[in-house]
């Protein structure tokens, strides 16, 4: 807009005089942002109806009022990445692929004092890059920013990255960063950043940094007992750069190490990095009942730290123990999905050949069937299960582990799968077929299922709500109580002597069972309201009047769904004896019905809708 448009906006409302310099930076050719439209360009104002008119990308030439847009809309300057990304349109790809800290030294220059928030900053990135392109590219590139002296990195989101007026080193940006925080936490992050980039401060500000960082892990109540044991490693190694003594310093590792109750919580929280030495200071701080100890943890287990404790256990001499372990959990279903994702994925390494060989039968195949269910069961959402994905991808997994099946087992085996909850159904068709493939007559059992499937149960919507809150019952509550008791039970000793446990496992049988029928059931029904009954011959939804052979009686009965039974109120399931033999018949016919040891003779009279009732 010119001064003289300006100036007549102005007259006609003089509550937009604070806002004239923003209203002479809404000129055509100037970009903009707005936050419902996105980024834009002021193509021209149009004096006869006062409107700017702005090419966004949905809308080109979209007229807005000037008073509207300087609420809504931020006009961009020259040198914004945004405008740049237009006005320069080979320089910006250019630093975008070859110069990530030019390319944010650049566009800090474009805020006021060179500082912006991260989440500005990311925003402005992201609409620069396009938001599938800039979460790849941010994860590499904030690397190269951080060690960029130019640049202060924030600790926080919601703090600033601030373009220097004299460049930092990294290095020198950690010291200053411990020396100006008072939290435990962060003092052993920076500490440890200063480890691994190889530290080359002075001795002087080491030593005050290594006198701070071993007062936080002696005295903060902040740090829970992993972080203080991951603090402590990072004080000593240190120490040892400094050229200090570790043992000048308390809590050791291992007195740490030996303190602790909860081994296996305090693995699940130390880093990845750390793991191994964890293993170490174990076998340092229980010399004696160390190999117990790493199989415990092992037994619980996951990801990288799986391999890192079977790796320890056979350096230390353990492989047979090993085997003979994995050999039990097995058979007490005591193997967990990450024990076994480990399995199926080394089965063929030359390192653990030996180890896994005897592993390799169809009992497995039925451990990580269950560990697949148990997982599905007591996930909150419809995440990943990384045990049923290998099984998926991995097309040799199922012929090795059925190499050595009778046709019987494998039959068990291929139902099980036909149960789990832990696959979608065209998976579960996926893997039968490499079932089939081996035992041809499993296909028998495919057909068996699927023809189970076409018999529909017709049912009301009451009745169908029952059954599902039934069903979630026994999902949510009964199934996970039970594994509960299972696991309890299991920590009471020999499962040899154990009538907990025995119990236990047979309750869990039959809430399989009945978990199992439930689906099957409900896959098959189908809610109907009975208004299709006509009052010709009998069907689901008619109301008949009989008369009873044996007494001369005449009785009425109500002929529903599979579930709707209400015996004592004449009130029956067409699938029952006396329903079927109703059903199809008319006014007028006759039907003997034998129940038990007596047949009886119902003459029929009227037939009437239930949903007319």
Known sequence: MNSE?????????PSLKPAKAKLEAMEPGAYCIHRSWGFGQIKKFHEASQKLLIDFADKKAHPMDPAFCLTSMEVLPANHLLVRKETEPKKIPALIADDPAQLIVEALQAYPGHATTAIDLEITLAQVLGEEKFKKWWSVAKKAIAKDPRIAVPAKKTDCYVLRETPVSSEDEIVESFGATRSARRRILLAEKLLTGGASSTKADLKAL???LAESVKDSHQLTPAERLHGAA????LAKLVGVESTAFEPAQTVLIAQVRDLPGIAEKIP???QA???ELVKLAHPGEHRDLVFTLLKTSQGKFTTECINFLLENGHADDLATALARWQVEQNLRAPVLLWVVKNRHTKKFA????????PRLLGAIFFAIDYEALQAASARRIPLADILSEDTDLIPDLLSTADPETARDLANTLLLNQGFEELTKKALLARFIKIFPKIQSLVAADAESKEEQ???SRPSYERKREEYETIVSKKIPENSKAIATAREHGDLKENSEYKMAKQDQTVLMAQKAQLERDLGRARITDFKDATTDQVS???VVDVVVGSTGQTVRYTILGAWDGVPEQNVISYQTPLGLAFLGKKPGDTVKVKIGGTEETYAIRTITRYASA
């Open 272 to 274: 990845v990095h750390f």
């Open 210 to 212: 290594l006198t701070g």
């Open 5 to 13: 448009a300006v100036a007549t906006l102005i007259a006609k409302n």
């Open 234 to 237: 990072v004080r000593d190694g």
């Open 277 to 279: 030495r964890f293993l």
């Open 540 to 542: 689901v939804g008619s």
């Open 354 to 361: 030996k180890l896994l060989n005897d592993l390799m039968t």
């Open 457 to 459: 149960l017709l049912v």
